[in-house]
């Protein structure tokens, strides 16, 4: 099997999960390999699922090992990677593998994964994106505002990605179909 890799990408709560969600719904053959992190699991995560949880020193072996394709320390002190193996694993049941990272991981992976395209998902407003983050209910204020702070940030690296696409409120099918095109040109 000829897997795809797609980074998926964008502003924490911009609604990467339920792209991702939705398209496994669609019946998609894809596979989201789970993500390594240090923080604690959110309501309705699922260690192996959603993430790897660990202690910041596993984490640390894992980086010491080589085992990442990359990580990075990012909102509230919390590390996140990208276990190789979980990716190696994903190629061998799908026929896209979607890796769904913060942008500052999309940007590290595009030099280990130099094969994969980039998608940068973007809310319709700031506005959106804040409030989405606060009906989460999983962060402190300060912890939003970071998050909000980062956005210029992150917007200026939209140039490192292939396709920019759109998720804006109450268009959730529209953001998923751009990204099945995507899917369809990349095959």
């Not at 240090?38 to 010491?64: A, M, N, W, Y």
């Amino acid at each position: 099997m000829s897997s795809r890799i797609l980074v998926l990408s964008g502003p924490s709560g911009v609604g990467k999960d339920a792209v991702l969600d939705r398209l496994k719904e669609l019946s998609f053959s894809i596979t989201v390999p789970a993500t390594m992190t240090t923080r604690l699991p959110r309501p309705l995560e699922t260690h192996g699922v959603h993430h790897l949880f660990v202690s910041h020193d596993e984490f640390k072996k894992h980086i010491l090992r080589g085992d990442l394709l990359e990580y990075a320390e990012v909102y509230g002190g919390h590390f996140y990677g990208v276990p190789k193996s979980e990716v190696e694993k994903a190629m061998v049941v799908s026929d896209y593998v979607f890796i769904r990272v913060d942008v500052q991981g999309a940007i590290s992976l595009r030099k280990t994964l130099p094969e994969a395209s980039f998608i940068f998902l973007i809310p319709g407003t700031k506005d959106e994106l804040k409030s989405r983050l606060l009906s989460r209910g999983t962060e402190s204020i300060s912890a939003i505002e970071e998050r909000m702070t980062a956005i210029d940030k992150e917007y200026r690296m939209i140039e490192e990605f292939d396709y920019v696409v759109e998720n804006s409120e109450g268009n959730l099918d529209r953001a998923v179909d751009e990204i099945i095109k995507i899917m369809e040109k990349v095959k």
